[in-house]
Nanobody, 116 residues
Framework: VLPVESGGGVVQAGGSLRVSCKASGAITSVFNSKIMGWYRQAPGKQRELIATITRLGSTNYVDSVKGRFTISRDNSRKTVYLQMNSLKPEDTAVYYC????????WGQGTQVTVPS
C-alpha cells in the first residue's frame, strides 16, 4: 500500500491548511481495519507521529498540535485528512500518513511551510 499525500503548501502563521492522504492500493476492508495516523518530519529531526484515528473515529494528538489540528477519515474513499489551524512556523515539515505502526510503504509526503 502506497499512501499518496497532497494539499501542502506555504501558509502564513495563523493560517489554515488541509492535507489529504489516499491509501492507494489498499483493499477497503484492510484500510478500514487500521488505526491511521499523520506523521511529520521537520528538517534535521526524526519523523514523529502527531495524530491518530481509529476506524470508528476516535482520535489522539500529541500535545504540540492538540486543539489546532483535526484528523478525520473517509473509509469509503480510503482517505485520511488533517485539518491544520492556527499554524506556527514550528509546524513546518513534510507530512506523511501511514498506519499507527507504519506498516504501509512511505509515500513522498506533502510539504507544509509556515514562514517565520
Amino acid at each position: 500500500v502506497l499512501p499518496v499525500e497532497s494539499g501542502g503548501g506555504v501558509v502564513q502563521a495563523g493560517g489554515s491548511l488541509r492535507v489529504s492522504c489516499k491509501a492507494s492500493g489498499a483493499i477497503t476492508s484492510v484500510f478500514n481495519s487500521k488505526i491511521m495516523g499523520w506523521y511529520r518530519q521537520a528538517p534535521g529531526k526524526q519523523r514523529e507521529l502527531i495524530a491518530t484515528i481509529t476506524r470508528l473515529g476516535s482520535t489522539n494528538y500529541v500535545d504540540s498540535v492538540k486543539g489546532r489540528f483535526t484528523i478525520s477519515r473517509d473509509n469509503s474513499r480510503k482517505t485520511v485528512y488533517l485539518q491544520m489551524n492556527s499554524l506556527k512556523p514550528e509546524d513546518t515539515a513534510v507530512y506523511y500518513c501511514n498506519t499507527e505502526t507504519g506498516e504501509f510503504s512511505w509515500g513522498q509526503g506533502t510539504q507544509v511551510t509556515v514562514p517565520s
